[in-house]
C-alpha cells in the first residue's frame, strides 16, 4: 500500500532509505502498512535529513528510548517516530545502541521539538546527544545518581532529598 | 453557678482554651497544596451539594502565612518535597496539616523511585483520609476529626514544643 502512498515511483521507504544509506540499514519490517528501519547510528543524522527534507517527514512525533537488558544486545534501541503531513506516512525508526557507546547524534537541529525528549531520554536512560544544546536533567532533580528507567536501577532504591526526621503525630 | 449568678445575664464564663479553640476550629483558613487528580474532588467539596463552608472553612489562602491547615491534595514526588517542607515551614503556628488521598497518604500505587512514600516522611501530619481519590464524605469527615482534635488542644502550649 506504501508504494502508491509514497508518492514517489514505486518504492518502499525502506528501498528509499536503503539506497540512500547503502550499508547502514540492519532491519526492516512493516506493520499494518507502517514501516519500521533500524539504522546504524552512525547514519542517524543523514537518515533524518533525508526523511525530513526528501521524503517529506516533517515531523519528528516522538522519540523514546528502550532497554532491552537482557535480552538482547546491544542493550539500547532508540526509537524515532516520524509522521509525512504531505503523504499521509508513519515511519518508525530504531537504532541500537550498546552501553560502552551510549551517545548518538541529536536531532534538535533538525526538530526543536527533539530538545526536551533527548533531555528525558538522557534523564531516564543516561544516553547522550552529540550536538545537544542543552544537555541536563528534564525530570529528575540536579543530585539525583543514575538513570531510573534504566533495567538495572533497583526497583527499590529511593533517593529523599529530604531526611525522615519528622514522624506523624498522630 | 458561675459568676453569672452574681451579674446576671451579661457574662458568659469559659476557659480559654474552649473559647479559642471554639473560634480556631470553625475558622481555618486552607491552604491547598493540589497537586493531582485528588484536586476534584476537593473542589467538589467546596461546591453547593458538600458545602465545606457550613464548617467555616471553605475560605482558601494561597500564602501559607495566612492559612491553619495545609491540605496536600495528591501526589508528592521527590523533588517537589523540599517546595512542601517550606510551605509548611512558613505557615504560622498554630497549623494542621491533612494528607489527602492515598498518594499523600503512603504513595498509593505510586510505589517507585520519583514519588515520596506518604507526606510524613517530609511534614508532620494530623489527619489522613484514605481513597482514590476520596469521597467528598470522606473529607468532610476528616475535617469533623481536625475539629474534634483542635478541640483539645490547649493555647497555652504549642505543639512539639
Same mark, same amino acid.
Given at each position: 500500500?506504501?508504494?502508491?502512498? +509514497? #508518492?514517489?515511483?514505486?518504492?518502499?521507504?525502506?528501498?528509499?532509505?536503503?539506497?540512500?544509506?547503502? #550499508?547502514?540499514?540492519?532491519? +526492516?519490517?512493516?506493520?499494518?502498512?507502517?514501516?519500521?528501519?533500524?539504522?546504524?547510528?552512525?547514519?542517524?543524522?543523514?537518515?533524518?535529513?533525508?526523511?525530513?527534507?526528501?521524503?517529506?517527514?516533517?515531523?519528528?512525533?516522538?522519540?523514546?528510548?528502550?532497554?532491552?537488558?537482557?535480552?538482547? &544486545?546491544?542493550?539500547?534501541?532508540?526509537?524515532?517516530?516520524?509522521?509525512?503531513?504531505?503523504?499521509?506516512?508513519?515511519?518508525?525508526?530504531?537504532?541500537?545502541?550498546?552501553?560502552?557507546?551510549?551517545?548518538?547524534? +541529536?536531532?534538535?537541529?533538525?526538530?526543536?521539538?527533539?530538545?526536551?525528549? &533527548?533531555?528525558?531520554?538522557?534523564?531516564?536512560?543516561?544516553?547522550?546527544?552529540?550536538?545537544?544544546?542543552?544537555?541536563?536533567?528534564?525530570?529528575?532533580?540536579?543530585?539525583?545518581?543514575?538513570?531510573?528507567?534504566? @533495567?538495572?536501577?533497583?526497583?527499590?532504591?529511593?533517593?529523599?532529598?529530604?531526611?525522615? +526526621?519528622? @514522624?506523624?503525630?498522630? | 453557678?458561675?459568676? !453569672?449568678?452574681?451579674?446576671? =445575664?451579661?457574662?458568659?464564663?469559659?476557659?480559654?482554651?474552649?473559647?479559642?479553640?471554639?473560634?480556631? =476550629?470553625?475558622? /481555618?483558613?486552607?491552604?491547598? /497544596?493540589?497537586?493531582?487528580?485528588?484536586?476534584? !474532588?476537593?473542589?467538589?467539596?467546596?461546591?453547593?451539594?458538600?458545602? %465545606?463552608?457550613?464548617?467555616?472553612?471553605?475560605?482558601?489562602?494561597?500564602? $501559607?502565612?495566612?492559612?491553619? *491547615?495545609?491540605?496536600?491534595?495528591?501526589?508528592?514526588?521527590?523533588?517537589?518535597?523540599?517546595?512542601? =517542607?517550606?510551605?509548611?515551614?512558613?505557615?504560622? !503556628? $498554630?497549623?494542621?496539616?491533612?494528607?489527602?488521598?492515598?498518594?499523600?497518604?503512603?504513595?498509593?500505587?505510586?510505589?517507585?523511585?520519583?514519588? *515520596?512514600?506518604?507526606?510524613?516522611?517530609? %511534614?508532620?501530619?494530623? *489527619?489522613? %483520609?484514605?481513597?482514590?481519590?476520596?469521597? $467528598?464524605?470522606? %473529607?468532610?469527615?476528616?475535617?469533623? =476529626?481536625?475539629?474534634?482534635?483542635?478541640?483539645?488542644?490547649?493555647?497555652?502550649?504549642?505543639?512539639?514544643?
Amino acid at each position: 500500500m506504501t508504494k502508491e502512498q +509514497s #508518492g514517489k515511483g514505486t518504492m518502499t521507504i525502506t528501498e528509499k532509505i536503503k539506497e540512500k544509506l547503502p #550499508g547502514h540499514l540492519l532491519d +526492516s519490517g512493516g506493520f499494518r502498512g507502517d514501516e519500521t528501519v533500524t539504522l546504524r547510528k552512525e547514519a542517524l543524522i543523514d537518515a533524518a535529513n533525508y526523511l525530513k527534507h526528501g521524503l517529506k517527514f516533517e515531523f519528528l512525533m516522538d522519540l523514546t528510548c528502550v532497554d532491552y537488558l537482557g535480552v538482547k &544486545e546491544p542493550r539500547f534501541e532508540m526509537v524515532y517516530h516520524f509522521y509525512s503531513f504531505e503523504n499521509n506516512l508513519r515511519l518508525r525508526v530504531k537504532v541500537p545502541l550498546s552501553l560502552e557507546e551510549s551517545a548518538v547524534d +541529536s536531532l534538535s537541529s533538525l526538530w526543536l521539538s527533539a530538545d526536551w525528549y &533527548e533531555r528525558e531520554v538522557y534523564d531516564m536512560f543516561g544516553i547522550n546527544f552529540n550536538g545537544h544544546p542543552d544537555l541536563r536533567r528534564i525530570l529528575m532533580y540536579d543530585g539525583f545518581a543514575g538513570h531510573p528507567l534504566r @533495567k538495572d536501577y533497583p526497583l527499590k532504591k529511593r533517593q529523599p532529598r529530604i531526611a525522615e +526526621s519528622v @514522624k506523624s503525630k498522630t | 453557678m458561675g459568676l !453569672e449568678t452574681v451579674f446576671g =445575664k451579661s457574662f458568659l464564663t469559659s476557659r480559654v482554651d474552649d473559647a479559642v479553640n471554639w473560634a480556631r =476550629k470553625y475558622s /481555618f483558613f486552607q491552604y491547598p /497544596f493540589v497537586t493531582a487528580c485528588c484536586g476534584m !474532588e476537593f473542589m467538589s467539596v467546596w461546591a453547593s451539594t458538600y458545602d %465545606i463552608a457550613r464548617f467555616g472553612a471553605e475560605f482558601p489562602r494561597f500564602s $501559607p502565612k495566612q492559612a491553619d *491547615v495545609l491540605f496536600v491534595v495528591g501526589t508528592v514526588n521527590e523533588k517537589l518535597a523540599p517546595v512542601l =517542607k517550606r510551605v509548611y515551614d512558613q505557615m504560622a !503556628e $498554630p497549623k494542621w496539616v491533612v494528607a489527602f488521598g492515598v498518594c499523600a497518604t503512603s504513595g498509593g500505587f505510586y510505589d517507585n523511585y520519583a514519588t *515520596v512514600q506518604g507526606i510524613d516522611k517530609v %511534614i508532620p501530619v494530623d *489527619v489522613y %483520609i484514605p481513597g482514590c481519590p476520596p469521597r $467528598p464524605q470522606a %473529607i468532610l469527615d476528616a475535617l469533623m =476529626k481536625l475539629q474534634e482534635k483542635v478541640s483539645t488542644e490547649t493555647v497555652l502550649k504549642y505543639k512539639g514544643k
